[in-house]
């Protein structure tokens, strides 16, 4: 894994737990001297983890549409930015670049597109790991949610199982590099 697609918060959240957690997260891709994809945003968790990679000199790959473009929400300072038409353009590219990917705390931009690639993953279409990176439990109740899908039959568990889910940086990229990929042949209607 050289590239991270990390999805994370426009907002930097109300506990500043979040903005070291990024930083945290960031020193760890620095130090496996990997680089960032991500949407291209200077505000919020996006500009945190975005300053921290490039403040190290690490490559930043920006992703964003042209209309985030023009309310002024782009890092200028990313190593490439690419600027597409739609944000449907913008998270397959995110996808396709990204070796891995990552679910910082964020808002329903992020819940979309972690989705978005559990559903890729369960598909086969992508097979590449993903990770919620679990700071001060931001994702605790989802986890219970998907689970309770599980027990009611609308998500199998290896679905679910693709799933990995830490705290700590360095456990998540370490699980992320072991990542092996499984998949539901046949699917079991219930």
Same mark, same amino acid.
């Given at each position: 894994?050289?590239?991270?697609?990390?999805?994370? &918060?426009?907002?930097?959240? +109300?506990?500043? $737990?979040?903005?070291?957690?990024? #930083?945290?997260?960031?020193?760890?891709? @620095?130090?496996?001297?990997?680089?960032? $994809?991500?949407?291209?945003?200077? /505000?919020?968790?996006?500009?945190?983890?975005?300053?921290?990679?490039? !403040?190290?000199?690490?490559?930043?790959?920006?992703?964003?549409?042209?209309?985030?473009?023009?309310? *002024?929400?782009? #890092? =200028?300072?990313?190593? *490439?930015?690419?600027? $597409?038409?739609?944000?449907?353009? =913008?998270?397959?590219?995110?996808? *396709? =670049? &990204?070796?891995?990917?990552?679910?910082?705390? &964020?808002?329903?931009?992020?819940? *979309? !597109?972690?989705?978005?690639?559990?559903?890729?993953?369960?598909?086969?279409? @992508?097979?590449?790991?993903?990770?919620?990176?679990?700071?001060?439990?931001?994702?605790? +109740?989802? @986890?219970?949610?998907?689970?309770?899908?599980?027990?009611?039959?609308?998500? #199998?568990?290896?679905?679910?199982?693709?799933?990995?889910?830490?705290?700590?940086?360095?456990?998540?990229?370490?699980?992320? !590099?072991?990542?092996?990929? =499984?998949? @539901?042949?046949?699917?079991? /209607? +219930?």
């Amino acid at each position: 894994m050289k590239k991270i697609t990390v999805y994370c &918060g426009s907002n930097k959240g +109300k506990n500043p $737990v979040y903005v070291s957690a990024a #930083h945290l997260l960031a020193d760890e891709m @620095i130090r496996r001297d990997m680089a960032l $994809v991500y949407g291209a945003g200077n /505000v919020g968790l996006m500009g945190v983890i975005a300053d921290r990679m490039l !403040e190290a000199d690490k490559k930043v790959y920006g992703i964003i549409p042209q209309k985030l473009v023009d309310i *002024e929400v782009a #890092h =200028r300072g990313c190593t *490439e930015l690419t600027i $597409v038409e739609t944000m449907r353009d =913008r998270k397959w590219l995110m996808a *396709e =670049r &990204g070796d891995g990917f990552i679910a910082m705390a &964020g808002g329903i931009g992020t819940f *979309e !597109e972690l989705f978005e690639i559990m559903t890729l993953n369960q598909l086969a279409y @992508i097979k590449k790991p993903l990770a919620l990176y679990n700071v001060n439990g931001y994702y605790d +109740k989802l @986890i219970d949610f998907l689970s309770f899908s599980c027990q009611e039959g609308f998500l #199998h568990q290896a679905q679910l199982d693709l799933l990995i889910v830490s705290d700590d940086p360095v456990e998540l990229l370490d699980k992320m !590099e072991k990542f092996e990929p =499984r998949y @539901i042949e046949k699917w079991e /209607v +219930k």
